[in-house]
């Protein structure tokens, strides 16, 4: 049973994180598409290159799979559990 949830688990996870690419890399062509529009008026659009930045350097992590996590909960919560659940450890 706990091979099937972990499956699932990963399926849950591997789709999630399609959903969050896709739709970061969507809005990121979006964005530079106002970007280009705004400074072919003259604008010179560093909030919305601030904003580009950021999308860039998430969409990178994401891609690298470096996410922080604080779980905190009293001793003997079960922390390290959920923690290896999480990431399909086996203990």
Avoid: H, P
């Avoid at 739709?23 to 964005?31: A, D, I």
């Avoid at 970007?35 to 601030?50: C, I, K, N, V």
């Amino acid at each position: 049973m706990q091979i099937n949830n972990t499956m699932n688990y990963n399926q849950n996870f591997q789709e999630t994180y399609n959903k969050i690419q896709d739709t970061g890399n969507r809005l990121l062509n979006y964005l530079i598409e106002i970007r280009a529009g705004r400074l072919s008026e003259g604008d010179t659009t560093q909030g919305l290159q601030s904003i580009e930045d950021d999308i860039k350097k998430s969409l990178k992590a994401l891609k690298e799979q470096k996410y922080q996590v604080a779980v905190i909960a009293a001793m003997k919560a079960g922390k390290s559990t959920f923690l290896n659940a999480l990431i399909g450890a086996e203990y």
